[in-house]
C-alpha cells in the first residue's frame, strides 16, 4: 500500500511563495494521474491541480482559483510530486494533501497533509 507524506507547508505573507512536497513511498504512485488536494476549515476537500504520469506526457490541469499562480511537477526517480505555490492569497489558506486523482474509492490512504496559512 503507498504512503504519502506531505511537507513543505508553514505561514507565509500573501504574496509569498512556498514549495510543498508530497513523497510515496516506493514507485508505485508513478504510473498513476496524480494531483494536490486542499481543505480549509469548513469546507470540503477540492482538488487544486493534476498531473499525469510522465510516460503520458505529464500534462496538468489546475482549478481557475490557483490557475497562473500554482505549478504542479513530479519527479519519479524520487518518486514524489511538487506544488509551487506564488502569489498566496489568504484565501489559499487549507490543509495540502496529495493524492491520486481518482474517484474516492481507489485513492490512496491520505497522509496527514501539510498547514499552508497565508497571513500578514
Known amino acids: 500500500q503507498v504512503q504519502l507524506v506531505e511537507s513543505g507547508g508553514g505561514l507565509v505573507q500573501p504574496g509569498g511563495s512556498l514549495r510543498l512536497s508530497c513523497a510515496a513511498s516506493?514507485?508505485?504512485?508513478?504510473?498513476?494521474?496524480m494531483g494536490w488536494y486542499r481543505q480549509a476549515p469548513g469546507k470540503q476537500r477540492e482538488l487544486v491541480a493534476g498531473i499525469q504520469p510522465i510516460t503520458s506526457g505529464a500534462g496538468t490541469k489546475y482549478a481557475d482559483s490557483v490557475k497562473g499562480r500554482f505549478t504542479i511537477s513530479r519527479d519519479n526517480a524520487k518518486n514524489a510530486v511538487y506544488l509551487q505555490m506564488n502569489s498566496l492569497k489568504p484565501e489559499d489558506t487549507a490543509v495540502y494533501y496529495c493524492?491520486?486523482?481518482?474517484?474516492?474509492?481507489?485513492?490512496?490512504?491520505w497522509g496527514q497533509g501539510t498547514q499552508v496559512t497565508v497571513s500578514s
Open positions: 516506493g514507485s508505485a504512485a508513478n504510473i498513476y494521474h
Open positions: 493524492n491520486k486523482v481518482s474517484s474516492i474509492a481507489y485513492v490512496f490512504p
